[in-house]
């Protein structure tokens, strides 16, 4: 399924509930943030390894929330996931040129020292 009909199904979802009146930008992000907190949770305090074998069902459902949200930001927006997606994968293509970050973790201002 293409990002366009998976968030026409989210929509549809929300829309069947009456949810879209709770679902201003502001709200929208603060639970985005919510929802990625409550994914990185299943990390706390043990190795990734770990924490995958431990809580991968729990990660998946979290990871789905984050995704949802950021699909409901973008189209309260008006913001076409493919564009801004491609958008940004330009900028770091710029940022970050293979010759100079590959195998490196280091953030593009640093990549040149």
């Given amino acids: 399924m293409e990002i366009k009909e998976l968030t026409k ?3 549809r979802f ?3 509930r009456n949810w879209k009146q709770f679902h201003n930008p502001k709200d929208l992000a603060l639970s985005l943030s919510l929802e990625a907190s409550e994914l990185l949770e ?3 305090w043990k190795e990734s390894d770990e924490a995958i074998l431990e809580n991968k069902d729990k990660i998946e459902e979290e990871l789905a929330d984050v995704l949802i949200y950021s ?4 189209n309260e927006l008006e913001l076409d996931i493919d ?3 491609n958008n940004k ?3 770091n293509e710029m940022k970050y040129p293979v010759n100079k ?5 280091s953030k593009y201002t640093d990549l040149s020292k």
């Fill in 101 to 105: 970050a590959y195998g490196n973790k």
């Fill in 14 to 16: 929300r829309d069947e």
């Fill in 42 to 44: 299943n990390f706390q």
């Fill in 9 to 11: 199904k989210v929509i």
């Fill in 83 to 85: 564009n801004i997606v």
């Fill in 71 to 74: 699909m409901l930001i973008a």
């Fill in 89 to 91: 994968l330009q900028k």
